[in-house]
């Protein structure tokens, strides 16, 4: 109870926070800033950009958090290296907002799961209705996002993750496949394609070694709702190969009636070095998913006990989802200067949805490739150096969509057989340019195509092939980046970005096909700050930016529950971010006969105070209401403690402002606090590692919900979230 009494309370029942929120944010980023100041003391390691990276003994650096075990453990001294728009440094050079997440931070708390994770990253929303249902979203792209994830592309391993339908299944992904993450905020259509939120880049572990080394890994995790999640893996490092092969499997019976998950995957992982210019990489994964969609409920039923739409139960609403996705990457050194990186990539979905209206039937098949050609030169190491990027993008999907009335489960009636198929093309070119190193420029630009044919076998008159087309758009992108101090580096842009309709938009649950639906686009001018402040160890990043998005992409629901799309007007986006982070106490500046081995602190802080801009739907017009689903307030605080003697602790507390629910404003989520932590104890016995832990899950056992359905009829707006949970587990590296 005294816990709780500390804590801010940021409820709403009217209505959005006011100047009471507003003063609570700012007493919380003045103590957090605070305190990192307090503790930034000088230190010689830490600009390690700027001096000698600290060596680790490979043998013992392949076991834990990009498998480095915690006696050499320093992730937050090393180097980060950023590959986005082909970069090769630690990103501040490049004119945009990046940020990145370590294999430490990736299973921070939960290994089954990136929901806490990727919520660190200011700006960035990634929700969960239900367990396996995620939807991810970047400076307030959750508009046009009822599930799954809309404006924003998926690179893995540098090849598209995303389909060509605009269809990422994040949820067949889990931390153990992933070393580290780059979220590119804010339009990246210069040389990352359609988006209006930005992209993911995502990266699977890849490291070279002197000598050949096996290692194995098992793990396994039970908790609360009767989780069980087994994990096995086995990797293997060379002179001029990489491999590592996984498999694990995860099962919930969630926290609501009709709330089961079962999933298992299977990775590979290679990289192996053809010749001296030559490498190849290959990336796969299988993911067989099965989880219950319990549907939203009305506030009267999450105010009593509740959990799951009727309906939804009675029809055993769930979705199927098998997919297989493959990539093969060829990086090659055409000479001195030239360099050129090519992919090919195939993914094969079966989807069966069983939902409250019908019981829809998809196979997907989709293949495309990337290439990337880089050309960089420099008159000398210190005035000017520059980079030519060019390359293109093409992606193909064949979809085949089967609906059928649903009878508790069962497939019954045929309602309609449509077949689709959509090509997508990108063009970009980008040139980069540094001067003196302190100025960076960035100037590019891309296009984009988007085709689309579709016929519906079941009805004879209305089988004739019907085709729809976007006009290219242009995505243009100009950057300045100028190094102010050592380690410190100002920035702005301003870029274009657009979006354009994925096949669940045109061809909704209901069989229509909208052709007429167009993409949006806006433009997005953006500074900001990021580095080491000089003289410390703390780590800033931080932005102020406006994006005007037109001819909006919104979800409208019919009274049978069926979902549609339309372009309905504008929004205007204009936040600003913060994130800071530095080691209170290092192993540098610890003693060696001290308890504490190093404590991490870290903040994050997205003001959201987005809008409409005349924003019609039917008769009525919204403008100047805030934009449906995004809170306003989103603040996190995390810390990272680890002793000498093994023992770790990880906390995190996600302090969410209330919620529009519904785009007249008229009804809202209250705002939440959630606090997490996991606690473990790792040692090493000759080539053994032993890693126990345990954790707790809203540890303030708050009411609330982690994806609303926005805009719901009938009211069904609310998905409880799980209420204080816990787990426990071993893992194991030999």
């Known amino acids: 109870m005294a816990i709780k009494k500390i804590m801010w309370n940021w409820k709403s029942k009217n209505g959005p926070v006011g100047s009471t929120c507003s003063h609570r944010v700012l007493f919380f980023w003045l103590l957090t800033t605070t305190l990192a100041f307090l503790f930034s003391i000088p230190t010689r390691g830490i600009a390690q950009r700027h001096g000698h990276t600290p060596s680790i003994d490979i043998k013992k650096a392949i076991v834990h958090d990009s498998l480095i075990p915690i006696d050499t453990l320093t992730p937050h001294l090393l180097p980060v290296t950023i590959t986005a728009f082909q970069g090769r440094g630690d990103g501040s050079d490049i004119a945009a907002s990046i940020f990145s997440l370590d294999r430490s931070t990736l299973q921070l708390l939960d290994n089954s799961s990136l929901l806490s994770a990727l919520n660190t990253a200011p700006g960035v929303r990634l929700e969960q209705r239900s367990p396996g249902s995620l939807r991810l979203s970047i400076r307030g792209s959750l508009l046009r996002s009822p599930y799954g994830i809309r404006g924003v592309k998926f690179y893995l391993d540098g090849m598209p993750l995303t389909d060509a339908g605009g269809n990422t299944y994040l949820q067949s992904l889990l931390p153990d496949q992933l070393s580290s993450a780059e979220i590119i905020k804010g339009p990246a259509g210069s040389l990352y394609g359609a988006g209006t939120g930005g992209a993911v880049l995502l990266h699977s572990l890849d490291t070279y070694t002197d000598s050949t080394i096996n290692k194995y890994h098992f793990s396994y995790t039970g908790g609360s709702y009767g989780r069980i999640h087994p994990v096995a893996g086995w990797t293997h490092f060379g002179k ?88 093969l990457q060829l990086k090659t050194a055409l000479g001195s200067r030239l360099q050129n990186e090519t992919g090919v990539v195939f993914s094969y979905t079966d989807f069966k949805n069983p939902f409250t209206s019908n019981y829809e039937k998809r196979k997907e098949l989709n293949d495309g490739a990337r290439t990337v050609f880089s050309w960089q030169d420099h008159l000398n190491s210190t005035l000017l150096s520059w980079q030519l990027l060019a390359g293109m993008e093409w992606m193909s999907g064949h979809y085949h969509i089967d609906n059928y009335a649903n009878r508790s489960g069962i497939p019954d009636t045929l309602q309609y057989k449509d077949r689709l198929t959509i090509e997508n093309y990108t063009y970009f070119i980008q040139y980069q340019m540094s001067l003196f190193q302190k100025w960076h420029l960035q100037a590019g630009i891309s296009t984009n195509r988007q085709h689309i044919n579709y ?280």
């Open 240 to 327: 001029k190969g990489f491999s590592q092969v996984g498999g694990n499997f995860f099962h919930s019976n969630g926290a609501r009636d009709q709330d089961t998950l079962n999933q298992t995957v299977i990775h590979y992982s290679g990289r192996y070095r053809l010749s001296s210019k030559t490498e190849v990489r290959v990336s796969s994964f299988y993911s067989n998913l099965h989880y219950q969609t319990p549907g939203g409920i009305t506030k009267g039923q999450w105010e009593s006990d509740t959990t799951a739409y009727a309906l939804a139960v009675r029809q055993k609403a769930a979705i199927f989802n098998k997919t297989l996705w493959t990539g």
């Open 455 to 734: 016929q519906r076998l079941s009805d004879p008159d209305f089988n004739s092939m019907q085709s729809a087309s976007t006009k290219y758009q242009w995505s243009p992108k100009l950057g300045l980046t100028y190094e102010w101090q050592p380690g410190v580096a100002l920035f702005a842009s301003l870029a274009k970005g657009f979006s354009t309709p994925t096949i669940a938009e045109l061809h909704p649950s209901d069989g229509r096909f909208e052709k007429a639906l167009q993409p949006e686009s806006g433009w997005n001018l953006e500074g900001g700050i990021k580095g080491i402040i000089p003289g410390t160890k703390l780590a800033i990043s931080g932005s102020i930016y406006h994006f005007t998005l037109k001819n909006a992409i919104v979800r409208r629901v019919d009274a049978q529950s069926s979902e549609y799309f339309v372009n309905a007007g504008s929004t205007r986006q204009a936040g600003a971010e913060l994130f800071i982070k530095t080691p209170l106490l290092s192993e540098t500046s610890s003693k060696s006969h001290s308890l504490i081995h190093q404590i991490t602190i870290s903040g994050s802080y997205s003001y959201q105070p987005y809008r409409f801009l005349n924003y019609q739907q039917e008769d009525q017009n919204y403008q100047g209401h805030p934009l449906t689903g995004v809170p306003q307030n989103i603040a996190v605080v995390s810390v990272e403690l680890t002793a000498h003697n093994g023992i770790y602790l990880n906390t995190l507390i996600n302090a969410t402002s209330s919620i529009p629910l519904n785009d007249a404003s008229t009804i809202y989520q209250d705002g939440y606090q959630l606090w997490q932590a996991k606690m473990g104890y790792r040692f090493s016995w000759q080539s053994l590692t032993v890693d126990l832990y345990s954790g707790l899950d809203n540890i303030l056992n708050q009411h609330y919900s982690l994806g609303n359905d926005i805009n719901a009829y009938g009211g069904r707006y609310f998905n409880p979230a799980p209420k204080r949970n816990y787990y426990a587990g071993l893992s194991i590296w030999f």
